[in-house]
């Protein structure tokens, strides 16, 4: 999961500054950090990952839920640009900055939405998107008790492998 925001960073820093020290790393994070409008998500997201809470000591943003240093970093995350990968549906990009944004910070969310988030991964990753009816079945199914493998099969049933039918 961490290799997909480290890709987006690799992908940045090699194309805007070449190779570089762990320490010019760190200038650049804080440098994105303070304007994560002008940057994508998993560079801003890496970017956190190279700095630490002043409040917490965890990497930025990823401390407690109640940490104010982590918490606000949390909030700013999200006014990064995200931009759809070629042949994903719309929101697709949208839906996996989210998920993976619970799943590397889990502190205050429920279980069974972080495991639920964790199983949609491989499947947006993959390009799919799921309607906002199939995502609250896919919940539905994790609220009873539902397993991975159930959820698996929910999902292969209801995209049967064609993902240009998902839209809501
Ligand atoms: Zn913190």
């Keep these: 999961m961490d290799e997909i925001v480290e890709s987006g960073w690799r992908e940045f820093v090699t194309q805007e500054f070449g190779t570089l020290t762990a320490t010019d790393e760190r ?6 950090v303070d304007e994560p409008n002008r940057h994508l998500w998993r560079v801003v997201d890496a970017a956190y990952d190279r700095l630490t809470c002043t409040e917490c000591g ?3 943003s ?3 839920a109640g940490c104010t240093g982590c918490d606000l970093a949390n909030g700013f995350r999200y006014v990064a640009i995200e931009i759809d990968r070629p042949g994903v549906p719309p929101g697709n990009e949208h839906a996996l900055r989210v998920n ?3 799943v ?3 502190s205050g969310i429920s279980w069974r939405e972080v495991l639920g988030r964790r199983l949609f991964l491989p499947y947006l ?3 799919y998107l799921p309607t906002t009816r199939q995502a609250q079945a896919a919940r539905a199914l994790l609220n009873v008790g ?6 698996a099969e929910y999902l292969n049933l209801a ?4 993902r240009t039918q998902l839209a809501d």
Aim: charged share 30%.
């Design 27 to 32: 200038d650049i994070a804080e440098m994105v």
């Design 58 to 60: 965890n990497r930025l």
């Design 62 to 64: 990823r401390g407690p």
């Design 100 to 102: 993976i944004s619970v």
């Design 104 to 106: 590397r910070r889990p």
């Design 125 to 127: 990753l993959d390009g």
């Design 146 to 151: 539902g397993t991975a493998e159930d959820l």
């Design 159 to 162: 995209w049967g492998g064609d």
